[in-house]
Each structure stands twice: as C-alpha cells, then as structure tokens.
C-alpha cells in the first residue's frame, strides 16, 4: 500500500498535475496577461508624478444603463456614457463624441482622431449585448487621448497600452474595466464555444494595480493626518 501510495503520488507530481493544469487552462481561458509587473510600477510612478494621487471611483450613470440594458447598441447612450467619463476626469465633456459601426476586418475594436477641437471616438464592435466589453472599450480609448491631453505617453506600444489600462483604473474606472475585461465564452460554430478576452491587462493584473493603488492611498492618508497634526 505504502508503496502504491508512493507510485500514486509521483504520477500526480509529474503527469497528473501538469495535464489537470493544461485542462484547466483549456477550459478556463486562463490567459497569460503581463507577466512583467514592473511595466505596471512603472506605470503607477508615471501617474503619480503627475496626477499626485488617483481619482475617485467613477460610477456608471443609471440612466445610460437602463438604455444600454435595452439597446446595447445605443449610439446616444454611449455617447452619454463618454461624456460622463470626460466629466469625471475633468475634461468637457462638450469636446468629445462617439460614433459606433459594425465590426471590420483589420480595424481595431476602438480608435480616436482629433477633428478640429473635438475629440472623435469611433468603434468597430459586434458587441452581441456586451454592453461591459464596450464600456470598457469606450474608457480605455479616451484614456489614450486623455493621456495624451495630459502630455504622457510612452513610444513603446506594449508599455503605453499598459499605461492606458493602468490609468483607467488609476482614473477610477477599475471596477467598469475588470467586469469588460472578464473572460467570456463565444461561440465559434458547428456548437462549439471558445473562451476570449479583449484588454492588455487580465483580471489577476487588474487586481494587483487595484492593491497598489489602494496601498499607496493608505500612505497617502497618512502623510495628509501628518501635515495636519
């Protein structure tokens, strides 16, 4: 017995676990994300040095979401919705504007361009009801611009898209782009269904700048009951 328990417990270590790991992996869409959490740090420093401290959290207008609830397709709700975020980061919200088509082979989910004064937003989504993935969309891409407003951004394409997510929660849209960010099973056919996920960051590095930043607003607290003492 002792010697079966043995063989039993060597095959776990090293097949059995490995193949239920590589299962677990096909089945969950256990996606690799930023490995490198130095790129986040990096990031974090950035802001800090010129924001001094993030934003409060943003919540998503009541009104727009029982419009989106309705019709996830709603080009006057997102817009609204855009407007809000603009709002929240004190930008006028007069300034921007969102126009939203259908899905196009080699066109990204999202792109912004300046036209005049204003800022354009456009987005190319089949969104299928995923009002959360469009959301998200809406608030990393005016965070490219917003940055870019703010006279940040890094020449790496990587680091900068990894910036931008880390703003749009430094920003306060943490819990908005966690739930677009989610993995979700999509339909490729023939019955089947495959897990996919849009974002730089995944959900485990969303949390983790989430910590840090809850982290530093500790110390940030402290040093404010200290200059008043």
Known sequence: MAKLTGALLLFLILIGIPRLR??????KADFDGIRDRALI???IDKLDGRFKRPFPAFEAPADVMEILGREPDSEYAMNIFLQKVAAHCGYDRHKVMLR?????????????QKLGSQFLMELYMNNEGDVPGVLAVIIHEFCHFFLDESG???????E???LTDTAAIYFGFGKLLRAGYEPRLKAVGDGKNTWHRIGYLDTLNIDYVISQLERREEFYKMTDANVHD
């Open 41 to 43: 740090d990096r990031a």
């Open 100 to 112: 939203a088509h259908e899905a196009k082979e080699g066109m990204p989910p999202g792109r912004i």
């Open 160 to 162: 900068n898209e990894v």
């Open 22 to 27: 590589e299962k677990i992996k096909g089945n």
């Open 152 to 158: 940040i951004e890094l020449v790496n394409t990587l």
